[in-house]
């Protein structure tokens, strides 16, 4: 399975990014992020159904997750972004994860290569 993981850049604080994730196949998605010195993190993640849809608490109302397995495409729409989302951002990718499975890092079996966003004061 290849992911590719597109949409990272520079962006000012309050300022919006959209992040995208080829995918090939069926399965759940997730999103985490790594800042330097820093564990990876979850971020938000969704079903193949697009029924079950997670978010940390740290990005709730700033974050969207969404999908459109016509394109199988995964996005994550951010906005009002903060310095503190800087991080370099993953994307992942399992057959088939169960509730908490979705914010486990451990739980994904493939995973993207990451693309970098810096948010500036």
């Known amino acids: 399975v290849q992911l590719q993981a597109s949409g990272g850049g520079l962006v000012q604080a309050g300022g919006s990014l959209r992040l995208s994730c080829a995918t090939s196949g069926r399965y759940d998605m997730g999103w985490f992020r790594q800042a330097p010195g820093k564990e990876r993190e979850f971020v938000s993640a969704?079903?193949?159904?697009?029924?079950?849809?997670y978010y940390a608490e740290s990005v709730k109302g700033r974050f969207t997750i969404s999908r459109d397995n016509a394109k199988n495409t995964v996005y994550l729409q951010m906005n009002s972004l903060k310095p503190e989302d800087t991080a370099v951002y993953y994307c992942?990718?399992?057959?088939?994860?169960?509730?908490?499975?979705?914010?486990?890092?451990?739980?994904?079996?493939?995973w993207g290569q990451g693309t970098q966003v810096t948010v500036s004061s």
């Open positions: 992942a990718a399992d057959p088939d994860l169960r509730l908490r499975q979705f914010m486990t890092v451990d739980e994904y079996e493939y």
């Open positions: 969704i079903s193949w159904t697009g029924v079950s849809i």
